[in-house]
């Protein structure tokens, strides 16, 4: 497709609960980023991947974060035992080869992001 | 490492005067900017990004922007605001330099733009 998409558009969890969500990035393209808005506006690079492949995992809070893009499938973000300071807005995005070999300039187009909620 | 600011929270202006906003970068190597506003509920659009070339980049629905490299800053501007216009605002960064930041985007606050009728 020519847009991102993210599913669902709204999740809402009790504290402890697993939360999965799901991105199709644009056809084409084989970066794929995650991000994590939390309520001040600020956005945290979570993790990054190159086709199926994890390019960078730096922002990944590993102990309860995981992520995978398989072929043929929309990528995912999982987070096992939810907590409170989830809560956020979560914005995956893509773009077009390699991010610097290109000259490291191609933007980014993002989804329109899953609410998560965890009460 | 990289790092973004936008100084302002939250810019007003009124329809027709020229809008501002503010970013300035602190990286290690060569900076690649982008701006994004992010409409409520909606997801980032992309506007505009530098990359190498003339300094004055033109982008979507009338923006554009500024690279400084002295100043250390990426302003975003347009000559007459439109009540439209009111939405976030985020100036981001990828860092050529940084080995441990590749591909990735550094994000600043955010900038509120109210333009008011």
């Known amino acids: 497709g020519e847009e991102v998409a993210q599913t669902p558009k709204h999740l809402v969890r009790g504290e402890g609960q697993k939360a999965k969500l799901y991105c199709a990035p644009i056809?084409?393209?084989?970066?794929v980023f995650w991000y994590q808005q939390v309520l001040k506006n600020e956005f945290k690079f979570l993790i990054s991947f190159q086709n199926e492949n994890v390019f960078d995992e730096t922002g990944m809070p590993k102990e309860r974060f995981s992520a995978k893009c398989l072929p043929n499938s929309p990528c995912s973000l999982e987070i096992q035992a939810t907590k409170l300071e989830d809560s956020a807005v979560y914005f995956c995005?893509?773009?077009?080869?390699?991010?610097?070999?290109?000259?490291?300039?191609?933007?980014?187009?993002f989804g329109p992001g899953t609410r998560l909620t965890v009460l | 490492a990289q790092s973004v600011a936008q100084p302002e929270d939250q810019v007003n202006v009124a329809e027709g005067n020229p809008l501002t906003v503010k970013c300035t970068y602190s990286?290690?190597?060569?900076?690649?900017l982008f701006w994004y506003v992010q409409y409520p509920n909606r997801g980032l659009q992309f506007l505009l990004k530098?990359?190498?070339?003339?300094?004055l980049v033109k982008g979507s629905y009338g923006f554009e922007a500024e690279f400084n490299k002295s100043q250390t800053s990426f302003h975003l501007k347009k000559p007459s605001a439109l009540v439209s216009d009111s939405a976030l605002y985020f100036c981001a960064v990828r860092d050529t330099g940084a080995t441990d930041s590749w591909g990735k985007f550094q994000f600043g606050a955010g900038t509120q733009v109210v333009v008011t009728p």
């Open positions: 990286v290690s190597g060569n900076p690649y």
């Open positions: 056809k084409g393209h084989s970066y």
């Open positions: 530098y990359i190498t070339g003339d300094n």
């Open positions: 995005a893509s773009s077009h080869r390699r991010p610097l070999t290109s000259g490291g300039g191609n933007e980014q187009f």
